[in-house]
């Protein structure tokens, strides 16, 4: 009896063991989150475009969209828009994420420096930067004209090309680090053994390196794509009537016309374009171009027609690239034998720096012009800045608005990228070290935010927070950030992890190293570069979020981005600038300091 009891105990908790494992329960509380200040805002929002002002179900909304071709045009600009925009960032952005992951680790800590200044500069101030450097009595007018390139000034700003210079300049450093995260893992001795067998510096480079990097250019792509679908200022500011995007749209429908209804049409319409280029892209790359992607089990149950085609014209596109590289090399080779001068020997290398370096500089140029032109002492931003004055970081700091505001985004900053990571990582080490059911479903919903626009989440989580008593407060801006960084987490960590050798933490196991001492003496210090890379990366992406802060805030609670949008509608003064400068400043320290304790032995 006592055998047979056992064993009829012994099955159902071996079967709830079995059932319960696939789970996972450090993925509940992500799942849940997301799910309630998520999947569930946004499915209302969206589920408003079946109703009619009555709360009868009803498709008059989608016919709409249908009957007039005003629609059709404006998802064309912002397909267009954004197709430009992730070209542009990919060819940009390569040749810098290259060098990084080539030279030394001083030179690359100093060069990360300025990539990453456009993301410590005021989403606002840099496309109002633009608008001083751009205008045709602008800065780079100006020179043009006193280098007699031009003789009268050049419009380069409220059309499509000003809107593309402001988003290229925008998203470019999220493709930069996309894509360094993969070149690091390249394994350097492969281009060298395909050197020694007699390939040319053009075939190592197209044949063997290129290819291996094309995961984080894919995942760089369409993560720029999606990005720059949900952009709205730089349009809005940069560009003309025939460069109006549809979040613009969007937005006039909720916020001006108050049609709700209609707004959530264009929302589908909108995700269902989304979900057609995400559908197009794992088709293609798959989802383990994607740092935590599943990979595919078996190669060839992907071989569609499709696949081979997009790799039959990529190998022949390479083959060609890598004979052109060659046939270059061999010129500038024997021009170098002609002309006997040895020191030519890196010119390749001279090439790459002074391409990196312009590229870099058109990253960092916002921001070295606002520093000076913080200190005018004209009342509005002009180029160059005439006379030299404090007044305007006195404006800053007598007045209890702005200080209150930076204190209130660094508390919402840190408590959303803690809240984020506490979310985050276990679901990233779920991901990267285990199997389970729906594991690709979990994946998708965790960078679900990301692909979203950040209008459906923001007027989301109002409709919400107005029935929980939210609005309006501290609280729930920090819950609505948490929900924005987590998908930027996921993907930093589960890069770091999928690196990592899990056979230190069995050495560690065998040794008699619990699970918690394992994580926090081998785990953690070896991953600790990327932990912390994830913390700033959220902390960043959190503190200059202004869609939020405009719908869930009212207007008790302002955070310092939303104060700035506000000055900068009602009056374009310097303080912008000074604000700004300060926060470079506060953002350059933390940087340093994070780096640092990155840099520091375990």
């Not at 059932?19 to 993925?27: A, F, S, V």
Request: some cysteine.
């Amino acid at each position: 009896m006592s055998g047979m009891s056992s064993g009829t105990v012994g099955v159902p908790v071996g079967f709830l063991r079995t059932l319960i494992k696939p789970l996972h329960w450090q993925i509940f509380p992500a799942l849940a989150f997301l799910l309630l200040l998520f999947v569930v805002p946004v499915a209302s929002l969206l589920g408003l475009s079946f109703l009619n002002k009555s709360g009868g179900i009803t498709t008059e909304h989608y016919a709409r969209l249908v009957d007039q071709p005003v629609y059709a045009s404006i998802l064309w600009i912002t397909v267009r828009t954004a197709f430009w925009t992730t070209l542009l960032c990919i060819l940009g952005g390569y040749p810098i994420a290259y060098l990084l992951s080539k030279t030394t680790k001083s030179a690359k800590n100093l060069l990360v420096i300025f990539v990453l200044m456009p993301f410590w500069t005021s989403f606002l101030v840099r496309t109002f930067a633009w608008i001083v450097l751009l205008g045709k009595k602008g800065a780079i007018n100006q020179l043009l004209q006193a280098l007699h390139i031009i003789d009268a000034p050049v419009r380069m700003i409220y059309d499509f090309v000003g809107v593309l210079i402001g988003m290229t300049h925008a998203l470019m450093p999220l493709a930069v680090l996309i894509m360094l995260s993969v070149m690091e893992g390249i394994d350097r001795n492969l281009s060298n053994a395909a050197a020694t067998m007699g390939a040319k510096g053009g075939k190592c480079f197209w044949k063997i390196y290129f290819p291996l990097s094309m995961p984080g250019v894919a995942a760089a792509a369409i993560l720029v794509f999606i990005t720059s679908v949900g952009v709205f200022i730089t349009p809005a500011l940069l560009g003309g009537a025939r460069d109006t995007m549809i979040v613009q749209l969007i937005i006039f429908q909720i916020r001006e016309v108050l049609n709700w209804h209609f707004a959530g049409a264009i929302g589908v319409l909108l995700l269902v374009v989304l979900l057609l280029v995400f559908v197009i892209y794992n088709q293609i790359f798959g989802l383990s171009a994607l740092p935590g992607g599943e990979i595919k089990k078996n190669v060839e149950n992907r071989q569609s027609h499709l696949i081979l085609f997009v790799r039959k014209i990529g190998g022949l596109v390479t083959t060609l690239l890598a004979e052109i590289t060659d046939a270059i090399g061999s010129f500038f080779y024997l021009v170098r034998m002609f002309q006997r001068n040895r020191t030519s020997n890196h010119k390749p290398r001279f090439i790459l720096w002074t391409v990196t370096l312009l590229l870099i500089g058109f990253l960092a140029l916002p921001t070295f012009f606002i520093i000076p032109v913080s200190f005018t002492a004209e009342s509005f931003l002009t180029w160059p800045p005439r006379g030299f004055s404090y007044q305007w970081y006195d404006t800053a700091f007598k007045s209890s608005l702005w200080p209150d505001a930076a204190i209130r985004s660094l508390l919402v900053a840190v408590s959303s990228a803690f809240l984020g990571m506490l979310f985050a990582v276990p679901c990233a080490f779920a991901l990267a070290r285990q199997n389970f059911v729906g594991k690709s479903a979990l994946f998708t919903l965790l960078v679900s935010p990301m692909i979203v626009p950040h209008i459906f989440i923001a007027v989301g989580l109002f409709f919400l927070y107005s029935k929980v008593g939210l609005t309006g407060t501290t609280a729930g801006l920090i819950l609505g950030h948490t929900v924005l960084v987590i998908p930027y987490i996921v993907i930093t960590v589960l890069a770091v992890v999928k690196g990592y050798d899990q056979n230190l933490d069995l050495a560690a196991s065998t040794l008699g190293a619990n699970t918690v001492k394992v994580f926090w003496r081998v785990t953690l210090p070896v991953i600790r570069a990327g932990m912390i890379a994830a913390f700033m990366f959220a902390f960043i992406i959190s503190f200059d979020e202004l869609t939020i802060a405009l719908f869930v805030t009212g207007g008790t609670v302002t955070t310092l981005p939303k104060l700035m949008y506000e000055d900068a509608i009602l009056s374009v003064n310097p303080t912008l600038a000074a604000v700004s400068t300060l926060l470079l400043i506060f953002m350059s320290a933390v940087i340093l300091v994070s780096e640092f304790v990155r840099r520091r032995g375990p």
